[in-house]
T-cell receptor
Framework: GAGVSQSPSNKVTEKGKDVELRCDPISGHTALYWYRQSLGQGLEFLIYFQGNSAPDKSGLPSDRFSAERTGGSVSTLTIQRTQQEDSAVYLC?????????????????FGPGTRLTVL | AQKVTQAQTEISVVEKEDVTLDCVYETRDTTYYLFWYKQPPSGELVFLIRRNSFDEQNEISGRYSWNFQKSTSSFNFTITASQVVDSAVYFCALHDRGSTLGRLYFGRGTQLTVWP
């Protein structure tokens, strides 16, 4: 079946503008994750959703970042007033079940990412 | 402190050589899961394997094999008879009881280049 899809694949924006990144998870996957990959920082966890709920948003790097998920499916990551340090590849992943602490760790499947460049 | 350490930043080999990518993890939990992902130049992270802490059996899948040793907290990945298509960044990741928010802890990755 179809994997995780993300759009756009590339986004170039000017400093100070807002951007929206979209993630479409694998059908039937209840958990959705956002990560950021930048040079020198590796893979940085941002937020996860179980259904439409994001129990903890403390992984988001600043209050300029927000995310939502509707209908238990598509998720949007919004970055307001972008800064140059926001330049990175934003990766989305989904899994069948939430990887609850102490419970079964279900496999996360990743999308191709959105490469964000802030000029 | 890093939970997952991939000490090899870059490895270069010639086609048909065997290569081992090291992964050392740190956890106090008895229940945990380890993963390997491949990131080719296209950028997408491709899942390779998941292993839970109760299963120390080594696994082989074609040219790929994994050696899980709890005594040394290592989960190493070997590619036999490497091919140019194996060139990618390989990430090791950990999920344990401390993995709040459902996150995976990733190592920094090992860039593998296979030359023809």
């Amino acid at each position: 079946g179809a994997g995780v899809s993300q759009s756009p694949s590339n986004k170039v924006t000017e400093k100070g503008k807002d951007v929206e990144l979209r993630c479409d998870p694998i059908s039937g996957h209840t958990a959705l994750y956002w990560y950021r990959q930048s040079l020198g920082q590796g893979l940085e966890f941002l937020i996860y959703f179980q259904g439409n709920s994001a129990p903890d948003k403390s992984g988001l790097p600043s209050d300029r970042f927000s995310a939502e998920r509707t209908g238990g499916s598509v998720s949007t990551l919004t970055i307001q007033r972008t800064q140059q340090e926001d330049s990175a590849v934003y990766l989305c992943a989904s899994s069948l079940l939430m990887q609850a602490s102490g419970g079964v760790a279900d496999t996360q499947y990743f999308g191709p990412g959105t490469r964000l460049t802030v000029l | 402190a890093q939970k997952v350490t991939q000490a090899q930043t870059e490895i270069s080999v010639v086609e048909k050589e065997d290569v081992t990518l090291d992964c050392v993890y740190e956890t106090r939990d008895t229940t945990y899961y380890l993963f390997w992902y491949k990131q080719p130049p296209s950028g997408e992270l491709v899942f390779l394997i998941r292993r839970n802490s109760f299963d120390e059996q080594n696994e082989i899948s074609g040219r790929y094999s994994w050696n899980f040793q709890k005594s040394t907290s290592s989960f190493n990945f070997t590619i036999t008879a490497s091919q140019v298509v194996d060139s990618a960044v390989y990430f090791c990741a950990l999920h344990d009881r401390g993995s709040t928010l459902g996150r995976l802890y990733f190592g920094r990755g090992t860039q593998l280049t296979v030359w023809p």
